[in-house]
């Protein structure tokens, strides 16, 4: 009978990462656009926009890029998730080829995190709903360099709607020729939501903010590495001092369901791949930074705890801030304990 319970369990961390790649790998808007251009400062060079929020915001710091999307994707591209690492032109700019992976991977997320957080409400949601009523949820977060767990049950996340008073940067898309525009930012106020996680028992203690990446870097989860935020409370409301000058969280609206988002039935599509990627984690490993797959060559495993698993280096230096506190040698090899995990 109970055989099959500790599958119930999901881990919200893994969660995350696998809901985030899903989703901002297939982005509808976004779908094998390529990056053209990145401004801060000054015009765009390869195209002339006079749209009043990005030429009227030039006091705050803003941020705006350009995509080209094919109207038609070629064979070859159709069925490629769209990544950090594959979003620049056949010929990049000078200016873009300057920029470092980790700058890549932020615009790659601000952009696909425009308007996103009613959209993630909507995936998590989705996603919960494909597993029975009572399935529980670990959750996994470190409180003052100390790792905490706890297990709760999935269906009592709380969804947190506020309103941000002027937000400190501004962030535009622009993706060619079909025009659209997306912006973050630019008026006085915005919603934003996040969902609220309590150990049995409790008020909200744990906040997981999946679009946080919309405000750039400020966004990056914990020690400013990872992709999303998933963190205690008080430290959230330190965060959001750096989204924006105010915030009511304090009277925010609580909700259990969201209704409705836009770009529903894809979504349905990212929440049932997720969870056949977590039904088959124990062949199909992911990258414990960006979530991806090993596709074509296996990936690289912790020699720690031979249970985490990244796409290279850098993978897993960004994630061994937050790692570290989970890593554990498995029993029968626990010869070299003090060493710090490589490949
Ligand atoms: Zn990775
Ligand atoms: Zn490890």
Redesign the pocket.
């Known amino acids: 009978m109970d055989h099959n319970y500790a599958d119930t369990v999901l881990d919200l961390y893994d969660i995350a990462l696998l809901l985030n790649y899903e989703r901002a790998s297939t982005e509808p808007r976004f779908r094998h656009a390529k990056l053209r251009e990145v401004a801060t400062t000054g015009d765009f060079k390869t195209v002339r926009l006079l749209t009043p929020a990005w030429t009227e915001a030039a006091a705050i710091p803003r941020v705006g890029f350009i995509f080209d999307k094919p109207l038609k994707p070629t064979h070859a591209e159709k069925d490629e998730p769209d990544l950090p690492t594959n979003m620049l032109p056949a010929s990049p700019s000078v200016d873009l080829r300057k920029l470092t992976p980790t700058e890549l991977e932020t615009h790659y997320w601000q952009a696909r995190n425009h308007d996103g957080c009613y959209r993630t409400m909507a995936l998590l949601q989705h996603f919960i709903d494909l597993f029975p009523e009572f399935t529980r949820v670990r959750v996994r977060t470190v409180e003052n360099n100390a790792p905490r767990s706890y297990t709760t049950l999935a269906n009592e996340r709380l969804i947190v709607e506020m309103k941000l008073a002027s937000p400190r940067t501004l962030s535009m898309s622009c993706v060619l020729p079909v025009n659209t525009t997306c912006i973050t930012g630019g008026e006085p106020t915005m919603d934003h939501a996040i969902l609220g996680f309590s150990a049995p028992g409790s008020d909200i203690d744990t906040i997981l903010d999946l679009s946080s990446l919309q405000f750039g870097d400020v966004g990056r989860g914990h020690k400013g590495r990872s992709l999303f935020v998933l963190e205690p409370v008080s430290q959230y409301l330190d965060r959001l001092s750096k989204y924006a000058e105010g915030h009511n969280y304090d009277q925010a609206k609580i909700s259990m369901r969201i209704n409705d988002a836009p770009d529903s039935e894809w979504l349905k599509e990212v929440a049932q791949r997720t969870k056949l990627r977590w039904h088959n984690r124990a062949t199909d490993p992911w990258c414990g930074h960006c979530g991806a797959p090993g596709r074509g060559q296996p990936l690289k495993r912790?020699?720690?705890?031979?249970?985490?698993h990244y796409c290279n280096a850098d993978h897993q230096q960004a994630a061994w801030t937050f790692?570290?506190h989970?890593?554990?040698e498995p029993k029968a090899k626990n010869l070299h304990s003090s060493k710090k995990?490589s490949f």
């Open positions: 912790c020699s720690k705890c031979q249970n985490a790692h570290k989970f890593c554990t995990a």
